[in-house]
């Protein structure tokens, strides 16, 4: 019986370790992810490595303890030969007190370079589709300003183009679903989409119940430039959107822009909200 569960285990173990690589591989290597899809695979798969080597690590024991300790057992003399012994005596002991502060370790590691990470992904993100000199926002990054600061802010001296992006909470395929509406011909001017199918000229073709929709959100519901769907208000007003373009963008949405976009006008006659959740200012101001 003793046999029977070593060699499931390490059947178990082995499993676990090939999943772990093949997803953290997956991650690293798949074309088309996003750079917050990718590190967020990496925590099934380091989930999934660590439980495979925990549970094959009393096999790596003997052979390591031999090696390693063998400037013990020289400089410490009995103590350090003792040790070493105790070590490699039991296999599943050791493996077992080594596999909780390994675990430890890589917890600590691991959560330490996926913030980094994420960090850097929203700066990538937000630098990537921020082409304005300036952006105005809420004092805490959520809130909505007043819609008076487009105004006053394109009456600055210096200040080419000053639009808001107003954005309101809708349902989509039975889900929440956030909505941004802005003013096409300004938008094209201080934001940029890295197009999965369109191209800035797509910004034109919104007006009439256009939209453009994220890439993850066109995966998920088999959306192509062409496709129709509709979007219901919290007051339950429905509007109906034809995909004129696809853009690539994180699931982690650090903006808040959410999944959709519409020409201002449509979203005006659809949702309530008019306070913008961003402002995007052009030009250097005197």
């Not at 003997?62 to 296999?91: E, H, T, W």
């Not at 949405?253 to 959740?277: C, I, Y």
């Amino acid at each position: 019986l003793s046999g029977r569960r070593r060699r499931r285990s390490t059947i178990v173990g082995s499993a676990f370790l090939a999943l772990g690589a093949a997803i953290m591989a997956y991650g690293m290597l798949a074309g088309g992810l996003a750079v917050g899809e990718r590190l967020l695979s990496f925590v099934p798969g380091g989930l999934a490595l660590q439980i495979g080597v925990a549970m094959l690590a009393k096999h790596a024991v003997v052979p390591i303890a031999s090696l390693l300790g063998r400037p013990g057992a020289r400089l410490g003399v009995a103590a350090g030969s003792l040790a070493r012994r105790n070590a490699m005596r039991n296999p599943q002991r050791t493996a077992s007190t080594a596999a909780a502060l390994m675990v430890g370790i890589a917890l600590v590691t691991g959560v330490a370079v996926l913030g980094a990470g994420l960090k850097q992904s929203a700066k990538g993100d937000s630098k990537d589709a921020i082409r304005a000199s300036l952006v105005v926002a809420g004092q805490d990054g959520f809130s909505p300003v007043a819609p008076q600061a487009v105004r006053a802010a394109a009456h600055v001296p210096g200040v080419r183009t000053a639009t808001g992006i107003v954005v309101d909470e809708a349902r989509a395929y039975g889900k929440p679903v956030h909505v941004s509406g802005a003013d096409p011909a300004q938008l094209a001017k201080v934001w940029h989409f890295r197009w999965r199918q369109g191209s800035d000229a797509t910004l034109r073709t919104l007006g009439g119940g256009g939209a453009i929709v994220r890439r993850d959100f066109a995966d998920k519901h088999g959306l192509t430039v062409g496709s129709r769907f509709a979007v219901t208000a919290a007051s339950g007003k429905v509007l109906h959107v034809t995909v004129r373009g696809i853009a690539t963008g994180s699931p982690l949405d650090v903006l808040g822009t959410g999944q959709v976009w519409v020409a201002r006008s449509a979203f005006d006659a659809t949702f309530a909200v008019r306070r913008p959740k961003l402002v995007l200012v052009s030009g250097t101001a005197s």
